[in-house]
């Protein structure tokens, strides 16, 4: 059955369905149990994830009508209550447990017999891709004048931009990190030019809370870029580098602070530009793309405790692009997708395929060059 976790759940949902007074009849009453449902998804709050039943799972359990039986979800090993579906929306509630999912066969055969999924590892904070109102794509831009523009979607059509904020021109550079206080809304941190770095919490709306400092000298690195839960804690993190190339994991603490930070990487100063897409590939870590300044793209898969797995070049021609950055899923397929600004100003989207690859790009928006930045 696979992990001591995934045996306590198995045991504590047993006991809980009994007590339902699920009745036992013979299990010869079903044809095959079937193999142990499976969960896919990013689990990061804000993320879905869902469950994969084999198609002849307690087949017969139903009095020979077919597949017959109840879904049950567990937080590190207690039932949520309520949750039968097959897909489940991850909450602020969930973060930094371990979900799984549990087929139970029907009242009516079986007696009450069990299929376990295996646990996701702690289900991550909200990051970047959770956008900062809740949907799933929404672009942030900084005009000449310092004025902060939000710019949602509604479906498959943008809203009207609105202003979310004045005088931003002060800050040389601004990212989000996700939810980095531990309220569940997306955040935005952004420093000064004496180096001191501010967390903006988000109020779930497209507006701020007072902002609060948060960091003092980060002027000493030329790049900062939040990945998401980059060590597999639950809460989000920052990658910051030094001009000389030098990689650093700063990891989140939930609260608004900073952990201790660890040298993740050297030689990173060939990149002129870091996006952070969120999982890139389908494993359930959070990755990272990088262009370096003949215009090749590489992807970095993160190994979801701090560190990498593999890398490989997943694109050329990017140094066309006078910006290039990740948002989240822009057409809702399930995968993360990137943005770039063309030389004309146009917004492309290169549409991810969920395996580090692509399948294809569009034309979002054109306009976009009056911004300078964009995140």
């Known amino acids: 059955m696979g992990t001591f976790r995934r045996r306590m759940a198995a045991a504590l949902l047993t006991a809980a369905v009994a007590a339902m007074a699920l009745s036992p009849l013979p299990a010869s009453a079903a044809q095959s149990s079937g193999p142990d449902p499976v969960l896919s998804g990013e689990a990061f709050v804000g993320g879905k994830l869902s469950v994969d039943i084999g198609p002849y799972t307690f087949y017969g359990c139903g009095g020979g009508k077919g597949p017959d039986f109840t879904i049950y979800w567990t937080r590190d090993g207690f039932l949520v209550a309520g949750e039968t579906a097959r897909t489940y929306a991850l909450q602020p509630d969930d973060t930094g447990a371990r979900m799984a999912a549990h087929v139970t066969a029907s009242k009516t055969a079986c007696s009450g017999e069990s299929l376990h999924s295996d646990e996701t590892k702690p289900v991550g904070a909200a990051n970047r891709a959770a956008g900062f109102t809740g949907r799933s794509f929404e672009l942030l831009a900084r005009g000449t004048d310092g004025a902060l523009q939000l710019y949602g979607r509604k479906g498959s059509a943008w809203e009207a931009a609105r202003t979310v904020g004045w005088g931003w021109n002060i800050f040389n550079l601004t990212f989000s990190p996700g939810d980095f206080n531990g309220d569940g809304k997306g955040d935005v941190i952004a420093r000064d030019s004496a180096g001191t770095l501010y967390l903006y919490a988000g109020d779930g709306t497209g507006g701020w809370k007072p902002a609060q400092t948060i960091g003092k000298g980060w002027n000493v690195f030329d790049t900062i870029v939040s990945p998401g839960d980059f060590n597999g804690d639950g809460h989000n993190d920052v990658l910051a580098r030094e001009p000389g190339g030098a990689l650093y994991l700063y990891p989140g ?45 590489y992807f970095y898969g993160g190994n979801g405790a701090g560190g990498w797995t593999r890398s490989w070049l997943v694109g050329v021609g990017w140094n066309a692009l006078k910006a290039a950055g990740a948002a989240g899923d822009f057409d809702n397929d399930g995968f993360n997708d990137v943005y770039g600004v063309d030389q004309q100003g146009r917004l492309v989207i290169y549409y991810g395929n969920g395996r580090t690859g692509w399948r294809g790009s569009e034309i979002a928006g054109s306009g976009w060059s009056g911004f300078t930045t964009i995140f």
């Open 253 to 297: 603490n939930g609260s608004g602070g900073w952990l201790a930070r660890t040298a993740v990487g050297q030689g990173w100063q060939m990149m002129d530009a870091l996006l952070t897409p969120g999982d890139f590939n389908g494993d359930g870590n959070v990755d990272v793309l990088a262009r370096d300044r003949s215009g090749y793209l």
